[in-house]
């Protein structure tokens, strides 16, 4: 029988169409094995058609297809899917007939205008929805759905080319312009909403990876394992300007063959690049921020296009640092992975807008061409840059970073870069296979991984961990691999001036922002025969308050080295910085927590309710720096009397209370250490407070 036979027929007796089309392939799928069948185009479409006609004949298939392992959860959804588009099918071609049968509409000469025929043919021959205010339609084309947006070109293109075939005319741009307005109100108000990806998507605890290919093709990731897919099976995956198609995957590959074509030093950083581009494949983060760094010519920018060709290929794969938090914005909004390249500064605007799209938030700005209207960007995606030195410093970018270092190239190492992409090209099929193998263990496990404990970036490193049995990693080394790299980026906003005379403060130590500057200061600069200051350096703020704000900013990184840091409320007219130790934690120190406790209850004996005792810091008193603007804290809360610079370093017998105490730094327990700070906070409160109600 022809296809245009077997069509005739289908159109003629739909029912009996379809119990024949089921009764051909049920006993292949039997045989085959194929549950694959199931979710067949027409075969969905001859189940659409019983489950409209006879619902209690349905009911018998979906027993049937229970009892081969189909799910019947998602195979009735697909179902229902392909119902609604039989019926606008048929409502379309009714409405089709009606029009042939009926006279053109008069317009003012005569006829319909090009705007109204171009409406029509479009709701004939198109599907149409929603995703907030953005409209999109479905076309076929060569066999294949598409996905385009109302106001994208290759939608204009589309209908323009359609008009043309239908009509054997021309139509005009204005008329164009017009009839996508139309639609739009048609496919806003009279059309479902769905949501929409780029590049990768997810539904029913299934994702969605967007090959971008003419075919139209997407790679379906579940717990057992990942096929392909037409796209019109899949969830709606819009494609962006300057992306451009993955090769077609294959299985077997390993992901050891990335390894030739990164310039990474060992084999943890191997494994944090795995980590990051694992983590990218799923359709939601918080998403790691890679960074690639390391001196002139160790491959830094090859390295990136690397990891963005692997999952994400776009015509631009690096950019430069954006102008504006709009500009990346917008390059996320066109693009899955955020690509950056030779970065020399990052300012605090750009630090913070990547930390939203690390983590998810929105952008707003004013719409153009327009006095009140908002314009919101709300995405989420990896980031990868690249730069010479370490740029980013702030702790709360440091917080989401994955850090790696890039060694140098030797002469003899180096490959032609012709010769270089094009083995690359010849692989990397096979390393898209390993990391959606990768991908599917992580569905797998996902739910029955728990963690000893949970870093900043929790969901991160529990998908990984998920996944890593697929590369063959041992359980926890990705975390302990982690969690170093981890440390490494806490210590690089510690790596400033002010920071390197903190750590040299006698603590416990408690005063105002403007004593703690002044303290700090002392440290650095010493003080000449006239009590001036010498020198104040360059990333010394030059007030206190500018300085209580840059110290909150890094109060987690100094507590990872034992160094707290508390704002308590305003007691009187100013408040007290208390800074004081507490032991680091340490991976694996079982020492007791008594000596822990005996040095916390010694650190609150260094005060009194008038404040300090002497020699417990080195701040100058209000008389020492008259010039100082200070000197009206000061005396609110008195401070001892100023050190020299030469016993800043000298500890009291009490610092410790024997050897082993000052080497191990012993760990109490958390809920006992939690008791213990919490009493020694209450305590220098209180002392404040005495101090105000004296005064």
């Known amino acids: ?127 149409f929805f929603h995703d907030g205010d953005d409209c999109y339609a479905r076309v076929t084309l060569g066999g294949h759905q598409e996905l385009h947006g109302l106001k994208a070109r290759g939608f204009r293109r589309w209908l323009s080319h359609t008009f043309n075939v239908t009509t054997q005319t021309v139509c005009g741009a204005d008329a164009i312009s017009t009839a996508i307005t139309a639609l739009s109100g048609y496919a806003f108000f009279e059309c479902a909403e769905e949501r929409t990806f780029t590049r990768v998507g997810a539904r029913d605890g299934r994702l969605y990876l967007d090959l971008r290919n003419d075919q139209w093709e997407v790679v379906e990731i579940d717990r057992y394992g990942w096929r392909i897919r037409a796209a019109a099976d899949c969830p709606p995956l819009r494609r962006a300007n300057g992306m451009l198609p993955l090769p077609v995957p294959e299985r077997g590959g390993s992901i050891n063959e990335l390894r030739p074509f990164l310039n990474v030093e060992n084999d943890d950083d191997f494994i944090l690049v795995v ?34 060709r692997s999952i994400d290929p776009n015509v631009g794969p690096l ?20 690509a950056t390249d030779n970065v020399s500064k990052i300012p605090q605007w750009l630090s913070d807008t990547m930390c939203v799209l690390a983590t998810g938030g929105a952008f707003g700005t004013r719409e153009l061409y327009s006095d009140n209207e908002e314009v919101l960007f709300s995405e989420q995606r990896p980031q990868l840059l690249t730069s010479i030195a370490e740029v980013i410093t702030a702790g709360d970018a440091l917080d989401r970073v994955v850090l790696v270092t890039l060694p140098e190239i030797k002469k003899v190492n180096r490959r032609v870069e012709s010769r270089f992409w094009a083995d690359f090209a010849a692989a990397s099929p096979r390393i898209l296979g390993a990391l959606l193998a990768g991908v599917a263990t992580a569905l797998a496990r996902i739910d029955c991984v728990a963690l000893p404990e949970l870093p900043r970036m929790a969901d991160f490193a529990l998908w990984v961990e998920a996944a890593a049995p697929s590369f063959g ?192 730094h012993p760990i109490m327990p958390d809920d006992e250490q939690e008791k213990e700070e919490n009493a020694y906070i209450d305590r220098l409160a209180e002392a404040d407070r005495d101090d105000g109600d004296n005064q």
Request: proline share 6%; glycine share 6%.
């Open 473 to 664: 990693w041992e359980p926890g080394q990705f975390l302990r691999v982690y969690s170093a790299n981890r440390a490494t980026a806490n210590d690089l906003p510690l790596q400033n001036l002010v920071c390197e005379q903190l750590v040299k403060l006698p603590l416990p130590w408690r005063g105002t922002a403007s004593a703690l500057l002044k303290a700090l200061e002392l440290i650095h600069d010493g003080e000449d025969n006239q009590g001036k200051r010498i020198f104040r350096g360059d990333d010394w703020s030059a007030n206190a308050r500018v300085l209580s704000a840059a110290l909150r900013m890094i109060v987690p990184n100094l507590r990872n080295i034992g160094i707290h840091v508390q704002f308590p409320r305003r007691s009187g007219r100013a408040r007290s910085i208390y800074i004081y130790a507490v032991p680091p934690p340490t991976e694996g120190n079982s020492a007791s927590s008594a000596s822990s406790a005996s040095q916390t209850q010694q650190n609150q004996s260094d005060f009194s309710d008038a404040g300090y005792k002497n020699g417990a810091s080195h701040a100058s008193t209000p008389a020492s720096h008259p010039d100082s603007d200070a000197t009206k804290d000061d005396a609110e809360f008195p401070a001892s009397h100023p050190a020299s610079q030469e016993n800043l370093n000298e500890y009291t017998a009490n610092d410790a209370s024997d050897a082993s105490d000052a080497e191990m």
């Open 275 to 308: 980590a990051w581009l694992v983590a990218a494949l799923r359709d939601q983060g918080p998403f790691p921020i890679l960074h690639l760094y390391g001196e002139p010519g160790a491959a830094k920018t090859s390295a990136g296009k690397v990891l963005r």
């Open 1 to 127: 029988m022809t296809l245009d036979e077997e069509a005739i027929r289908r159109e003629a007796a739909p029912l009996k169409w379809a119990r024949d089309y089921l009764a051909k392939r049920d006993p292949e799928m039997v045989a085959s094995k194929n549950l694959d069948i199931a979710y067949e185009r027409e075969y969905l479409e001859a189940a659409a058609i019983v489950f409209d006609e006879q619902p209690a004949e349905f009911d018998r298939l979906l027993a049937k297809l229970k009892g081969r392992g189909i799910r019947l959860g998602d195979f009735k959804r697909k179902v229902e899917e392909a119902h609604r588009e039989l019926k606008a099918a048929e409502k379309a071609r009714t409405k089709a007939a009606a029009a042939a049968a009926a006279p053109i509409a008069a317009g003012p000469n005569g006829r319909e205008s090009q705007a109204t025929q171009l409406v029509k043919l479009a709701q004939d021959y198109a599907t």
């Open 319 to 338: 950019r430069l640092n954006p102008r504006e938090p709009r500009d990346l914005m917008i390059a996320a909004r066109n693009g899955w992975v955020v």
